[in-house]
């Protein structure tokens, strides 16, 4: 495993999110640590709002301007294995990174796309900037979107948006994001616009192709379903903070958090009989009220169970990591013990 760590493509060290306001900084996130290896799919799973995007937008640094972003450290390290640190570098250097080192993809293809220009055009534009060497943009343009699996890519790479279906927008997107050859491709709900059976068909897709070009992949979903059945490392946030992380398979069969095991509960199964799925009680808080401690308390029934006492340091202190296993971990002060 530290063989494997050793070549890590990103390591995120205690980032912490604000935004400024009339009343000065609320944080939003805070001290976010994974790390990611070459070839393999990390979920970041966890209610709206808990963090997941902007936690990815940070990346890049490609927050609104009244976003106050800090890290020990956010390395990440090319094609060449040159490593940079996202937290300190220049305007420049992102620039650089964006596109051909890190790409995104986001949940709304219809509002990334320019409705304007033609999704030839649009995928020309990344190849100009990041691969200046390719003698014939179209033809690379027509492969790309064949790649994708977009059908007559040689008449499609005339087309405008408009013209293409919220699956097929969705693969555009894809093309554009591989353009760059990324080392790093981080899909945002990639496929919360799309009906249930595009999204199998984008979801195997972004597979296929992270196999095909050893691409590491941020999955940023609230889907369990979707982690269970592509992912190979989960981290579940809540509220701007990492509760747990692991293997899919360790933290989906012994989840130790008490969010991840009512996240887990609220998954409905096909063929169990029950009347009402189980649901978390209350809601998320402002960011502004969050407890010092774990900011999970006030919803949690197990703290709750173990009296005012266990209630009040839940609330006060965060907890120190308690390690499961080697690649597992969560955050509470009364998780279960292995």
């Known amino acids: 495993m530290s063989d494997k760590k050793d070549k890590f493509r990103l390591q995120v060290s205690n980032l912490s999110i604000g935004f400024k306001n009339a009343k000065g900084v609320t944080n939003v996130v805070r001290d976010v640590s994974f790390d990611l290896v070459p070839g393999e799919i990390l979920s970041l799973v966890g209610e709206s709002g808990c963090g997941k995007s902007a936690s990815c937008l940070a990346l890049g640094r490609l927050l609104a301007p009244n976003a106050v972003v800090t890290a020990e ?5 090319d094609a060449a294995g040159v490593v940079h640190d996202l937290a300190s570098a220049s305007a420049r250097e992102l620039r650089k990174i964006r596109g051909s080192g890190i790409a995104y993809i986001f949940q709304e293809p219809s509002a990334s796309l320019n409705p304007v220009f033609k999704v030839g055009d649009q995928i020309a534009e990344v190849l100009k900037l990041h691969r200046p060497d390719v003698q014939d943009y179209r033809k690379e343009c027509i492969e790309l979107l064949s790649q994708v699996g977009i059908p007559a890519p040689e008449s499609r790479v005339d087309a405008y948006p408009h013209e293409m279906s919220g699956g097929m927008q969705q693969r555009v997107m894809i093309a554009m994001a591989l353009a760059g050859n990324p080392q790093i491709l981080i899909a945002d709900e990639p496929t919360t616009a799309l009906d249930v059976t595009i999204q199998s068909q984008i979801l195997d897709l972004v597979d296929r192709l992270r196999k095909e070009r050893d691409m590491s992949v941020i999955l940023v979903t609230h889907n369990l379903g979707i982690v269970s ?19 899919v398979r360790e933290v989906i069969d012994d989840p130790r958090h008490p969010y ?5 509960k609220a998954v409905p199964v096909l063929g ?12 998320v808080g402002a960011p502004e009220n969050f407890p010092a401690g774990c900011r999970f308390c006030d919803r949690c029934q197990l703290a709750a169970s173990c009296g005012q006492e266990a209630l009040d340091l839940c609330r006060n202190k965060f907890p120190s990591p308690a390690v499961v296993s080697e690649s597992h971990t969560y955050f509470c002060h009364y998780g279960k013990e292995k």
């Open 229 to 247: 059945q592509l992912a190979d490392r989960v981290a579940v946030m809540y509220a701007g903070r990492i509760v747990e992380s692991g293997k």
């Open 272 to 283: 169990a009989e029950c009347d009402r799925l189980p649901t978390i009680p209350g809601s």
């Open 73 to 77: 450290s956010i390395l990440f390290r």
């Open 260 to 264: 991840t095991s009512a996240l887990l």
